[in-house]
């Protein structure tokens, strides 16, 4: 089986070109595909490729990324001063300290140490030159996400197919009791006519007729067909794998409809058990689903 689930996570780093790259990747489900980077900001750059590689492993979940990269080479940089803002600031510190009467003034590290005095410019990165190295980084993490998920979805897909044996069970067992539902529908036909003292007026045709028109009204063979058709597709998605969640989810809505009509038609408790087991059995299934790729 090679059903995946969407839930994954994954890490993984890479060297080179004077850089050390660390990728994170955190997989949940969604129902579609949504893929979220952080990036610092000057490799903004990068996020639209970083998208672009992972909706290449993975077709479904919100895909969350997260990229650190520390520079190990010599990377030029640049201080430089905002003359304007250190004058500004010395004459804020005159001002001051005559208002609170303080001697003597502020030193050159004591302006220099204020914010935006002294500016660190670096090199801009190199976006091309790094990708290499994010990209090494970012396969490993979404090779560890997919291993991840498609261990989780064999394990979703043993379950489900466990569950949609136990469907199938209940369902034939309602089509075993549709005989018994019908001399049902017989025998309390019989006991009203009984009881309104009219046995004479009916001949047994007659009667026969009646109980064959009420079981037809109460027909549910075509939503049984129906069901093993559904359980036959869904078998052949789990075993087939791929994109299927989607599809599995309206499977299991159509069994959903089918079972809601045969609990609705059939007037017989043993057939209404039988039905409430099918809807829990279902609900498991379609919770299991919403995390299926």
């Known amino acids: 089986m090679k059903v995946n689930s969407m839930t994954g996570y994954g890490r993984d780093e890479a060297a080179?070109?004077?850089?050390?790259?660390?990728?994170?990747?955190?997989?949940?489900?969604?129902?579609?595909?949504e893929i979220v980077v952080r990036v610092p900001k000057d490799m903004l750059a990068l996020e639209e490729m970083m998208k672009r590689e992972v909706a290449a492993w993975v077709s479904r979940g919100r895909i969350d990324l997260f990229l650190s990269a520390v520079d190990e080479g010599d990377r030029p940089r640049r201080v430089s001063v905002d003359k304007g803002l250190a004058i500004a600031y010395d004459k804020c510190?005159?001002?001051?300290?005559?208002?609170?009467?303080?001697?003597?003034?502020?030193?050159?590290?004591?302006?220099?140490?204020?914010?935006?005095?002294?500016?660190?410019?670096?090199?801009?990165?190199?976006?091309?030159?790094?990708?290499p190295v994010v990209k090494e980084a970012l396969a490993g993490?979404?090779?560890?996400?997919?291993?991840?998920r498609s261990a989780e979805g064999r394990n979703l897909a043993e379950d489900m197919l466990g569950r949609l044996e136990r469907?199938?069970?209940?369902?034939?067992?309602?089509?075993?009791?549709?005989?018994?539902?019908?001399?049902?529908?017989r025998r309390h036909?019989?006991?009203?006519?009984?009881?309104?003292?009219?046995?004479?007026?009916?001949?047994?045709?007659?009667?026969?007729?009646e109980v064959a028109l009420l079981a037809e009204r109460s027909n549910i063979t075509e939503e049984?067909?129906?069901i093993s058709s559904h359980t036959g597709q869904l078998r052949q998605c789990l075993e087939a794998?791929?994109?299927?969640?989607?599809?599995?989810?309206?499977?299991?809505?159509?069994?959903h409809r089918e079972v809601n009509t045969i609990g609705s038609?059939?007037?017989?408790?043993?057939?209404?058990?039988?039905?409430?087991?099918?809807?829990?059995?279902?609900?498991?299934?379609?919770?299991?689903?919403?995390?299926?790729?």
């Not at 070109?17 to 595909?33: C, D, I, Y």
């Not at 009203?192 to 007659?206: F, N």
């Not at 038609?265 to 790729?293: F, P, T, Y």
């Open 16 to 33: 080179a070109a004077g850089w050390k790259v660390v990728v994170e990747a955190r997989s949940v489900n969604h129902r579609f595909l």
């Open 93 to 131: 510190l005159k001002e001051l300290a005559d208002v609170l009467g303080y001697d003597g003034r502020a030193g050159l590290m004591d302006i220099a140490a204020l914010p935006e005095v002294l500016r660190v410019e670096e090199q801009a990165v190199d976006v091309e030159a790094l990708w």
């Open 141 to 148: 993490a979404m090779r560890g996400i997919c291993e991840m």
């Open 167 to 185: 469907v199938e069970e209940l369902a034939a067992q309602i089509d075993r009791r549709v005989p018994a539902v019908t001399e049902g529908y």
């Open 189 to 209: 036909l019989l006991e009203r006519i009984e009881e309104l003292g009219a046995g004479a007026a009916l001949d047994s045709d007659r009667i026969e007729l």
């Open 224 to 226: 049984l067909v129906r």
């Open 241 to 255: 794998g791929g994109t299927v969640g989607r599809k599995i989810e309206f499977i299991l809505q159509e069994i």
């Open 265 to 293: 038609k059939a007037a017989d408790s043993i057939i209404g058990n039988l039905v409430v087991e099918i809807k829990s059995e279902l609900e498991k299934m379609r919770e299991q689903a919403q995390n299926i790729e």
